[in-house]
């Protein structure tokens, strides 16, 4: 194999390694969190995209054959989740009616469409099977009944 092609694998190999494991703080604490509040023994959640905005994240999620985003809130050094939707929190004027300040919603609208140009489409596709919004409590919490995805 020519010394310039090996070099060429060796990049993307080197590449795709790094982009694997590049979080961000914010990033890793938001899919613990989500990790933490989801996984089931039998059906681990898959988290991605993370976007962060400011005070604010959105991020993508699936788990078996459903799928949604959480939109979370930075509450000091901690990250609340605020809302589970669908497509409903894509906008920046959704956004801004759920509470964010304009600046991040039309931060995080532009930055979730770039994540999710990013990812296959069929993962995307699941993203918008949830349904209406849930609304979490001042804890980040909800209902464990009326949520699909709330540990058993």
């Given at each position: 194999?020519?010394?310039?092609?090996?070099?060429?694998?060796?990049?993307?190999?080197?590449?795709?390694?790094?982009?694997?494991?590049?979080?961000?703080?914010?990033?890793a604490?938001?899919?613990?969190?989500?990790?933490?509040?989801?996984?089931?023994?039998?059906?681990?959640?898959?988290?991605?995209?993370?976007?962060?905005?400011?005070?604010?994240?959105?991020?993508?999620?699936?788990?078996?054959?459903?799928?949604?985003?959480?939109?979370?809130?930075?509450?000091?050094q901690?990250?609340?989740?605020?809302?589970?939707?669908?497509?409903?929190?894509?906008?920046?004027?959704?956004?801004?009616?759920?509470?964010i300040?304009?600046?991040?919603?039309?931060?995080?609208?532009?930055?979730?469409?770039?994540?999710?140009?990013?990812?296959?489409?069929?993962?995307?596709?699941?993203?918008?099977?949830?349904?209406?919004?849930?609304?979490?409590?001042?804890?980040?919490?909800?209902?464990?009944?009326?949520?699909?995805?709330?540990?058993?």
């Amino acid at each position: 194999m020519p010394h310039r092609i090996r070099g060429w694998i060796a990049g993307v190999v080197l590449l795709s390694a790094g982009a694997a494991a590049a979080q961000t703080p914010d990033q890793a604490a938001i899919s613990g969190l989500l990790h933490t509040t989801f996984d089931r023994p039998a059906s681990e959640l898959v988290i991605a995209p993370v976007v962060v905005a400011g005070n604010h994240a959105i991020a993508g999620w699936t788990q078996g054959e459903m799928g949604g985003r959480a939109l979370l809130r930075r509450r000091g050094q901690n990250w609340v989740l605020i809302l589970c939707a669908g497509d409903g929190i894509k906008s920046r004027d959704a956004l801004v009616k759920a509470g964010i300040p304009i600046e991040d919603a039309s931060a995080l609208e532009r930055n979730l469409a770039a994540a999710e140009g990013k990812l296959p489409l069929e993962q995307v596709a699941m993203f918008s099977r949830f349904e209406g919004v849930m609304m979490m409590d001042d804890n980040g919490t909800h209902p464990r009944q009326v949520h699909p995805h709330a540990k058993n």
